[in-house]
Structure formats: structure tokens, C-alpha cells
């Protein structure tokens, strides 16, 4: 069984930049890959990021290619998303999510198994971002 447990989230100001954290408990990440998500209200859950646990691939939503970086640190069992330039349009709650992954050569390529309609293993309980001047 594997905790997560979001952090980092907060109010901003449009331009500024925050750091959420993924923190887990319970079990190594080791296996699995790690995405996150977001939903406004009113709105659909997004998918925002994903990162493997076998080959460092990651993939970016569109709205966010070029202003938020996920990356991971394994020894802290911790994955992080810094987000900069943030935009009204970025308020949403955060969520991160695991999936088991085993690599491309079980299970080939990672990307459908962090879409957003794809099952995941466990969820984090969500952290508030708002962007507002």
C-alpha cells in the first residue's frame, strides 16, 4: 500500500512560481511512474505531467510545456512538480497519482497509462494552487 500525500500548494500571484511535492509512504516508488493532475472547479480533471520510473521519460500538457518541470527523487521517494509563469487559468486543486509501471519492454510506452482516463493505483488527497493578483 502506497501513501501520497500532495505539498507546496498556496496562493500566487500570476507570474510567480511554487514547488508541489508527491511525497510517498508505505512502499518505495521505485515502481511506479508518477502523474499529476488537476481540476478547477467546475471543470474535468486534467492531466498535467507524468514521469517514469524506469527511463526518466516525462510529458507535459500543452497549457504547461515550458513552465512546469516534474522530476523525481527516489532516495527521498518524493516527486515534484515546479511550476513558473504560473496563470489564473493554473488555480485548480493538484493532484498526484502512481501507476504501476514496469517498463516499455512489459507494458510499452508509458504515455496511455497516465492519460487521464487510465487507472491508477493510488491517488494523493489534492493541494489547493490559486493564481490571483
Known amino acids: 500500500q502506497v501513501q501520497l500525500v500532495e505539498s507546496g500548494g498556496g496562493l500566487v500571484q500570476p507570474g510567480g512560481s511554487l514547488r508541489l511535492s508527491c511525497a510517498a509512504s508505505?512502499?518505495?516508488?521505485?515502481?511506479?511512474?508518477i502523474a499529476w493532475f488537476r481540476q478547477a472547479p467546475g471543470k474535468e480533471r486534467e492531466g498535467v505531467s507524468c514521469?517514469?520510473?524506469?527511463?526518466?521519460?516525462?510529458y507535459y500538457a500543452n497549457s504547461v510545456k515550458g513552465r512546469f518541470t516534474i522530476s523525481r527523487d527516489n532516495a527521498k521517494n518524493t516527486v515534484y512538480l515546479q511550476m513558473n509563469s504560473l496563470r489564473p487559468e493554473d488555480t485548480a486543486v493538484y493532484y498526484c497519482?502512481?501507476?504501476?509501471?514496469?517498463?516499455?519492454?512489459?507494458?510499452?510506452?508509458?504515455?496511455?497509462?497516465?492519460?487521464?482516463?487510465?487507472?491508477?493505483?493510488?491517488w494523493g488527497q489534492g493541494t489547493q494552487v490559486t493564481v490571483s493578483s
Open positions: 497519482a502512481a501507476v504501476r509501471f514496469l517498463g516499455v519492454n512489459s507494458q510499452g510506452p508509458l504515455g496511455p497509462y497516465c492519460s487521464t482516463y487510465a487507472p491508477k493505483d493510488y
Open positions: 508505505g512502499s518505495t516508488l521505485d515502481d511506479y511512474a
Open positions: 514521469i517514469s520510473n524506469t527511463d526518466g521519460v516525462t
